[in-house]
């Protein structure tokens, strides 16, 4: 089951995702179930940033009328493997800090995962890791990594409280995509108590985080961004009812 919050919030962002359709060239497609499972994990392994192996169904496509809805004027339906099938499942793969989270431990690259994984011999298609109080902006070593990825890279975004080791960062340039229609206000650099206090909670993880903020990118390798649209049991995007009565 997907929290109510969560579901809010995914309806907003898949709003955006369409209203934003024509300066992406390709869409994903990823289930509520999944996305909620990626939100607890990233936030259970804190301090650690997660380095999540994802997988898509070669017997479930995305919904044309969906993909139709979601598309902009200039669609390349041929830039990354695995596109126009819908996410499946997730796997964490790793965890460390932004720089040795992106290497693969010998266990997945030894052949143990390989037999159980078929003829992908423990690769996966897409790729997500989790930035712990930082915006979902890649970095450096983030675009580095991407180079071998054969799906699309994501990075997801968290802000919440307590922030234990990890206050929040936020001096990056970039895009950022967010699920609170109000993104949380910048906090000066000396955070007070009652500042960080005066933060909206968007919904409270099982870890008992706060959670403030909720930002999700996806991008292929050549830097192109590529739009998600959260998807229900049944592949349609949360909130398509409401969206397509008012297009
Ligand atoms: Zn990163």
């Known amino acids: 089951?997907?929290?109510?919050w969560l579901v809010a919030l995914m309806k907003g962002y898949n709003r955006a995702s369409i209203e934003q359709r024509e300066g992406y060239m390709a869409q994903v497609h990823l289930p509520g179930e999944v996305f909620q499972s990626l939100v607890w994990w990233a936030l259970q392994a804190l301090p650690d940033e997660i380095l999540v192996g994802l997988?898509?169904?070669?017997?479930?496509?995305?919904?044309?009328?969906?993909?139709?809805?979601?598309?902009?004027?200039?669609?390349?339906d041929r830039?990354?493997?695995?596109?126009?099938?819908?996410?499946?499942?997730?796997?964490?793969?790793?965890?460390?800090?932004?720089?040795?989270?992106?290497?693969?431990?010998?266990?997945w690259t030894d052949g143990m995962f390989s037999a159980n994984r078929g003829s992908?011999?423990?690769?996966?298609?897409?790729?997500?890791?989790?930035?712990?109080?930082?915006?979902?902006?890649?970095?450096?070593?983030?675009?580095?990594?991407?180079?071998?990825?054969?799906?699309?890279?994501?990075?997801?975004?968290?802000r919440f409280s307590p922030e234990g080791p990890l206050p929040w960062f936020d001096d990056v340039e970039g895009t950022q995509r967010s699920l609170a229609t109000e993104p949380a206000p910048k906090v000066k650099r000396k955070r007070s108590f009652f500042a960080r206090h005066q933060l909206p909670v968007l919904g409270k993880a099982p870890t008992g985080?706060?959670?403030?903020?909720?930002?999700?990118?996806?991008f292929h390798k050549s830097g192109h961004g590529v739009?998600?649209?959260?998807?229900?049991?049944?592949?349609?995007p949360y909130g398509w009812d409401e969206i397509m009565a008012t297009r």
């Open 1 to 4: 089951m997907v929290e109510d």
């Open 120 to 158: 992908r011999a423990g690769r996966f298609t897409h790729w997500l890791h989790t930035h712990p109080n930082a915006p979902a902006i890649p970095s450096g070593p983030d675009a580095d990594a991407a180079q071998e990825t054969t799906g699309v890279d994501l990075i997801l975004g968290l």
């Open 227 to 236: 739009n998600v649209v959260f998807v229900d049991d049944e592949a349609y």
């Open 55 to 76: 997988d898509v169904d070669e017997h479930r496509q995305h919904r044309p009328e969906v993909e139709a809805a979601f598309s902009g004027t200039s669609v390349h």
């Open 209 to 218: 985080h706060s959670i403030h903020d909720i930002q999700l990118i996806a």
């Open 79 to 107: 830039l990354f493997q695995g596109q126009g099938h819908i996410i499946k499942e997730a796997h964490i793969v790793n965890r460390g800090d932004s720089y040795s989270v992106h290497h693969l431990p010998e266990e």
